[in-house]
């Protein structure tokens, strides 16, 4: 019975000599920090609008 190769080596073969796989990218973590501040800042303006409420100022 003769073995086909899988396909992950067939996909490796036909890679030409000179072609250099790059590492994956890395995200920027300044991606996260702007919606963690609107999130924090709506969190904030909820508590303190809650706490004006119940002390009459609103």
């Not at 250099?20 to 996260?32: A, C, D, H, S, W």
């Not at 809650?50 to 609103?58: D, L």
Request: glycine share 8%; net charge positive; charged share 20%.
């Amino acid at each position: 019975m003769v073995e086909r190769p899988s396909v992950a080596a067939s996909v490796d073969s036909e890679l030409p000599d000179d072609v250099v796989e790059l590492p994956p990218r890395r995200r920027r973590k300044g991606i996260y920090i702007l919606p963690n501040l609107f999130t924090l800042g709506a969190l904030f303006g909820g508590f303190y609008a809650v706490v004006m409420a119940m002390n009459g100022r609103f």
